[in-house]
């Protein structure tokens, strides 16, 4: 079993703001990767939210198997969560986010009028783990960058209110994760598209776990992107790595450099060569 402590302290500190905070929250946003969309949860996120209305919005569509993506949000609509696949570049999937957004917001806004208060801006808690696309939601809603985005872990440190066109107030958090990976299977999830820093783990452990995945669930992209033959029992990883590196040229003295292949598996990922996978199939 993997067990790692990655928590830095502006982590724990967020978390301790962001339920300061909790009063003045209207809606809360939920960021996982549709790639791995079970593994990049938070733990116990209602420990942090409570009641609050939520969204779900599974990023990323675009690198997503769609079809598996699908089935995940309909699996977490049936247990109640107003849930969206969505491809943050595209600003009619932002427009969509905006619009739920209003919609849960809607019994708020009536209640003020009610009491013959002006309707007000939406206050939204943004959160996930690190690398689902927080930043890149935060800029697009505001209309200008605000937010570094980054394609590791660890970009966004502090907890600020920030103002968007759309009559939405957000609050960016940094990522959140839970303190401890007790899982070996979402520990690796997470190394693999870059959720959690993948020198945390054993980088070959973390390659041969892709080249796992691709073996169990896209065959094809296994043979198309590497020449290597899918095996539907049990991948030879020797004979993979074996074969890839003599594509890239990775055989010194009749000796393979593990450590080269195993950079350019985790990189074709992180580099987005390897597209249309979802990882987590089982719910």
């Given at each position: 079993m993997t067990n790692i402590n990655w928590y830095p302290g502006h982590m724990a500190k967020a978390k301790r703001l962001m339920q300061k905070e909790y009063k003045h929250i209207d809606v809360v946003y939920e960021l996982v990767d549709s790639r791995i969309p079970k593994s990049s949860k938070i733990a116990n996120i209602y420990d942090i939210?409570?009641?609050?209305?939520?969204?779900?919005?599974?990023?990323?569509?675009?690198l997503a198997d769609e079809e598996m993506a699908l089935r995940w949000v309909k699996y977490y609509e049936n247990l109640g969560t107003k849930t969206l696949l969505v491809d943050l570049n595209k600003?009619?999937?932002?427009?969509?986010?905006?619009?739920v957004t209003h919609e849960l917001a809607r019994e708020l806004q009536e209640k003020r009028e009610e009491k013959g208060l002006m309707k007000k801006d939406v206050r939204v808690l943004v959160v996930?783990?690190?690398?689902?696309?927080?930043?890149?939601?935060?800029?697009?809603?505001?209309?200008?960058?605000?937010?570094?985005?980054?394609?590791?872990?660890?970009?966004?440190?502090?907890?600020?209110?920030?103002?968007?066109?759309?009559?939405?107030?957000?609050?960016?958090t940094p990522g959140i994760l839970w303190p401890k990976l007790e899982q070996q299977e979402v520990a690796l999830n997470l190394a693999s598209f870059s959720a959690i820093k993948t020198e945390i783990?054993?980088?070959?452990?973390?390659?041969?776990?892709?080249?796992?995945?691709?073996?169990?669930?896209?065959?094809?992209?296994?043979?198309?992107?590497?020449?290597?033959?899918?095996?539907?029992?049990?991948?030879?990883?020797?004979?993979?790595?074996?074969?890839?590196?003599?594509?890239?040229?990775?055989?010194?003295?009749?000796?393979?450099?593990?450590e080269r292949v195993s950079n350019k598996i985790i990189n074709d990922i992180k580099g987005e060569y390897i597209k249309g996978v979802v990882f987590d199939h089982e719910f």
């Open positions: 939210i409570g009641n609050k209305p939520k969204i779900l919005i599974m990023t990323k569509k675009d600003e009619e999937d932002i427009l969509k986010i905006v619009s996930g783990i690190p690398n689902v696309g927080k930043s890149t939601l935060i800029n697009k809603m505001v209309g200008r960058k605000v937010a570094e985005v980054g394609n590791r872990p660890g970009v966004t440190k502090g907890l600020v209110w920030l103002n968007t066109k759309h009559n939405i107030i957000l609050l960016d783990l054993d980088e070959n452990e973390v390659a041969v776990h892709i080249l796992k995945k691709l073996n169990k669930y896209y065959p094809d992209k296994l043979r198309e992107r590497y020449g290597v033959m899918p095996n539907p029992v049990e991948l030879d990883i020797e004979l993979a790595y074996e074969v890839i590196a003599k594509s890239m040229g990775a055989i010194r003295g009749g000796e393979i450099d593990y």
